[in-house]
């Protein structure tokens, strides 16, 4: 059985430019959560993606975006990036049935200059 | 008043001690509980999960609940050098099935 793997490990990019992260969920899973993790702080809830559509979203503005694909897998998009965008960015997946128990991904560590 | 609450250490103990871990929290809708380990630069890892009010015990972990408190906990008995990481507390009620996580118990074993 496959893990959750998240693509790339790491990503430097400008003030003002876009960024893609991509996810794959573990095998089975048709859920797909993103949640952003500042230095020292515990993940924050971004949103989730349940059979292509947003089911839920958290405190975060428009310019976070994301996608389902049919696959189950998933990207996250920023745009306008700002210096408190940079964290690590974590995608989590979970069962069929619905379960609270998600499993996480490594994380894409993004730096924001 | 944030939502989860836990006390972010760091704690540092001796190999072998019993360790304990917990997290407070205000809404009452959290009926699931879990508990995950994160190494420095890596992801979080599901150690225990626990629905409503109750013990579980897992090897040498056992997670409490106790709602009419709103307080949770993770003990580990026997503790290793391995166990040396930051322990997340993280509570979910609702439908979206989103996790709202405490800051995170930074823990050294030392041998």
């Known amino acids: 059985e496959t893990g959750v793997t998240q693509s790339p490990t790491h990503l430097i990019k400008t003030r003002g430019q876009q960024v893609t992260l991509r996810c794959s969920s573990q095998?089975?899973?048709?859920?797909v959560s993103w949640y952003q993790q500042a230095l020292g702080q515990g993940p924050q809830f971004i949103f989730q993606?349940?059979?292509?559509?947003?089911?839920g979203r958290g405190n975060f503005p428009p310019r976070f975006s994301g996608l389902q694909f049919p696959n189950y897998s998933s990207e996250l998009n920023v745009n306008a990036l700002e210096l408190d965008d940079s964290a690590l960015y974590l995608c989590?997946?979970?069962?069929?049935?619905?379960?609270?128990?998600?499993?996480f991904g490594p994380g894409t560590r993004l730096t924001v200059t | 008043q944030k939502e989860v609450e836990q006390d972010p250490g760091p704690l540092s103990v001796p190999e072998g001690a019993i360790v304990s871990l917990n997290c407070t929290y205000s809404?009452?809708?959290?009926?699931?509980f879990m508990w995950y380990r994160q190494y420095s630069r890596k992801g979080p890892e599901l150690l225990m999960y626990?629905?409503?009010?109750g013990n579980k015990e897992d090897g040498r972990f056992t997670a409490q609940v106790d709602k009419s408190s709103k307080y949770i906990s993770l003990f580990i008995r026997d503790s290793q050098p391995s166990d040396s990481a930051t322990y997340l507390c993280?509570?979910?009620?609702?439908?979206?099935?989103?996790?709202?996580f405490g800051k995170g118990t930074l823990l050294t074993v030392n041998p």
């Open positions: 809404n009452s809708a959290f009926q699931y």
């Open positions: 095998s089975g899973h048709n859920t």
């Open positions: 626990t629905y409503s009010s």
């Open positions: 989590a997946s979970s069962l069929p049935s619905g379960t609270y128990e998600q499993y």
């Open positions: 993280a509570m979910s009620g609702g439908s979206n099935y989103k996790l709202t």
């Open positions: 993606y349940y059979r292509e559509e947003e089911n």
